[in-house]
């Protein structure tokens, strides 16, 4: 890879996790704020950002081309170098690291945005499965992820106990998050006697609904520095994916999270951030990465205490990035996650030096 | 900065029938599903997938060599549907399973009736119950039976076919999904205001404190410069016409005939223009210059939307000139 630029994360910043906002679909109210913060955080004026990237869905907006508005947020006069993915933002941030691995910008603003509370959030995810045979069914997001827990349950992967720990540690570590939406911790020795929100998930398994954003600045190293007093280097980002088809995948596992976490090169890291919405695929995912015991598994707390679509992962990238800025952590990885049922994955390795 | 009332909202219906034509695998598959089979398709490593797959899943070969399988099977994970929304296969309490029915190799998510969910266990036997009338489709499964709720001599399934003859010959080569999906749309701050303006007769816009440009509809964000527009800014209802089309071509709820003028009014005072009609002349008389005022519908009509102008007429002052909105266009 020699010849191509390094590149850091240089600047996070997100909106508050709310259960609704009052806001657009299309995600201006919420970026406006982020964007001025993070700007004045990097130094770095609008103008010189090289290039712009985000990630939405129109299907959580129920409108086309929603994305275009929340162009606005940027001020795109003069042009700017612009583009845009449907899915996850992680993936938007691929994007602009490929950019400046290329040489084409220095610098990049990443973002993501969902408003989630504008529709119904589990019916709408259901149209992202099959359109042909499984789709028009309209299973939903929190049924399909029961599903996937009682496969690992009943192959004695995990456990509904070790489930609620994954819960309770969640929450008990949200409480110091100030954008978390859940910000009140759980009393774990109850958990298990609570009822089945979608047997075998209780509500404590499964992550908020949630309205928010998220941005992220990437430099390339020679400005990363300027911008940032300890810059996130990114040592390793790859995706991977598996089958689209649930019932041909076996739904302990996720495969293409460990393959991109083995091209990425994850040894050593003291801190994970996964995009885990249900306790069960947290539990998968540290199995599937091979984490070791003495790794801080979504200290900010993770999707379990706000979950907004289409900017979380980018978010955990974020937050993983926010340990290496403050110095808490040497080495970090940010997972996202795209599909359903940890369809497909992305790993985000960043180290502080 | 003016006080703010809550942001307007609305529902937001949106409905749609997918058609989606079928390649020769999954023709193949809901064309037996109307007949009350169950086809598979066999994979590279011959394994049977059912629902089958285009494409095998490990090597990338195009499938073809169908696989009939049975319509009972084993339920390989389940969870439980307390509160059914809409569109699912049942209306009252039920499972989701994935089932791997005899002879295949993976599991087709569906349906299972159980009623509760103490009748439901990992392994458990269940059979297709097919719909009343079957098309070619996923949802010609109604659901599954637990196999031991089925009375005795009722015969296996797969005698159910011969009870119906097919309803047709040829395959199936479309499906058709409704997709229904509900939303409360919001407008923002800045276009709640403008659209509370409109239910007052007044056109309200917002003037960007960095570029100093006026924009009605008011935006959240200037779309130069990225900052919110604070200061409001009253326009009169006169402007001039900066371009325009005529439209001559008829469509679904289209409101007067063939040929009009559709045109973007730059507002005396705006940065931005409007697009609205322009009727009261021949539609070849309309030019770019051309004055115009609203044509406001009766009071008793207006409500917090741009159809309170019923359209823009022309003044019959003298056209402006083109420096004056040669920026706007």
């Known amino acids: 890879m020699s010849g191509f630029p390094e590149v850091a994360v240089v600047g996070f910043g997100q909106s508050p996790q709310v259960r609704e906002t009052t806001g657009t679909t299309n995600g201006v109210e919420m970026l406006v704020p982020v964007f001025q913060r993070l700007l004045t955080d990097t130094g770095l004026s609008r103008r010189e950002v090289g290039f712009w990237c985000s990630g939405s869905s129109d299907y959580l907006a129920g409108r086309a081309f929603s994305f275009v508005t929340a162009v606005d947020a940027i001020g795109a006069l003069p042009p700017i170098a612009e583009s845009h993915v449907e899915g996850d933002a992680a993936w938007a941030l691929y994007e602009a690291w490929l950019k400046i691995r290329m040489g084409e910008a220095d610098t990049a603003l990443v973002y993501g945005f969902g408003k989630s509370s504008a529709g119904d959030l589990h019916r709408v995810l259901a149209l992202q499965l099959d359109p042909y045979l499984v789709a028009p069914l309209w299973p939903d997001s929190v049924s399909i992820a029961a599903l996937q827990a009682r496969v690992g349950i009943e192959a004695g992967l995990w456990s509904e106990k070790e489930m609620a720990e994954v819960a309770a540690r969640s929450r008990a570590d949200g409480v110091a998050n100030p954008n978390a939406q859940l910000r009140e911790p759980l009393d774990p020795a109850g958990l298990l006697d609570a009822p089945y929100l979608a047997d075998p998930l209780r509500a404590h398994d499964c992550a908020p609904i949630t309205d928010g954003a998220a941005a992220i600045v990437l430099a390339a190293g020679h400005r990363a520095v300027d911008l940032c007093a300890r810059p996130a280097w990114i040592t390793g980002l790859e995706h991977r994916v598996d089958s689209p088809v649930l019932g041909a995948r076996d739904l302990g596992r996720a495969p293409s999270a460990g393959a991109a976490a083995a091209a990425a090169g994850i040894d050593g890291v003291q801190v994970a951030e996964l995009a885990t919405p249900f306790t069960s695929q947290e539990l998968l995912l540290r199995r599937e990465l091979g984490l070791a015991d003495d790794v801080l598994v979504n200290p900010s707390g993770g999707p379990l205490c706000g979950n907004p679509m289409f900017a979380g992962g980018l978010i955990r990238i974020g937050e993983a990035a926010a340990r290496v800025f403050d110095g808490s952590a040497g080495r970090v990885l940010g997972h996202a996650s795209n599909g359903p049922l940890l369809q497909q994955n992305l790993i985000c390795v960043m180290e502080g030096r | ?329």
């Open chain 2, 1 to 329: 900065m003016v006080a703010t009332e809550a942001p307007l909202s609305a529902p937001l219906e949106l409905g749609f029938d997918y058609t989606r034509s079928l390649g020769p695998v999954l023709s193949r598959f809901v064309t037996a599903l109307r007949d009350r089979r169950v086809e598979g398709v066999r994979g590279s490593d011959g394994r049977v997938h059912v629902p089958p797959v285009e494409y095998d899943p490990v090597t990338g070969q195009p499938l073809s060599e169908p696989v009939e399988v049975g319509t009972e099977g084993t339920v390989v994970t389940w969870s439980w549907m307390a509160e059914p929304l809409e569109g699912q296969p049942l209306a009252h309490p039920f499972a989701w399973a994935f089932v791997r029915l005899d002879g295949a190799d993976t599991a087709l998510l569906h349906a299972v009736d159980a009623g509760a969910p103490a009748r439901m266990r990992t392994g458990m036997r269940v059979r297709i119950r097919w719909a009343e009338h079957t098309v070619g489709q996923i949802s010609d499964i109604a659901c599954f039976d637990p196999v031991d709720d089925l009375v005795s001599g009722a015969g296996r399934s797969g005698d159910q076919r011969h009870s119906r003859p097919p309803t047709s010959q040829d395959p199936v080569t479309m499906i058709t999904t409704p997709v229904h999906l509900h939303y409360r749309h919001s407008a923002s701050l800045e276009e709640s205001r403008y659209l509370r303006g409109l239910a007052e007769g007044r056109l309200l816009g917002q003037r960007c404190p960095e570029c100093r440009k006026v924009y009605i509809p008011p935006r959240g964000a200037c779309p130069t410069d990225g900052v919110p527009t604070v200061e409001e800014v009253e326009l009169p209802d006169t402007g001039t016409v900066t371009t325009f089309c005529i439209v001559n071509v008829p469509f679904l709820g289209q409101r007067i005939p063939p040929p009009y003028v559709s045109a973007y009014v730059l507002l005396d005072g705006a940065d931005i223009p409007l697009m609205h009609l322009v009727l009261g002349c021949a539609a070849d008389e309309v030019r770019m210059g051309m004055r115009v005022q609203a044509q406001w519908r009766p009071r008793e009509e207006w409500d917090t939307t741009l159809r309170n102008i019923d359209h823009f007429r022309p003044t019959g002052e003298p056209d402006a000139p083109f420096e004056s909105y040669a920026e706007h266009l």
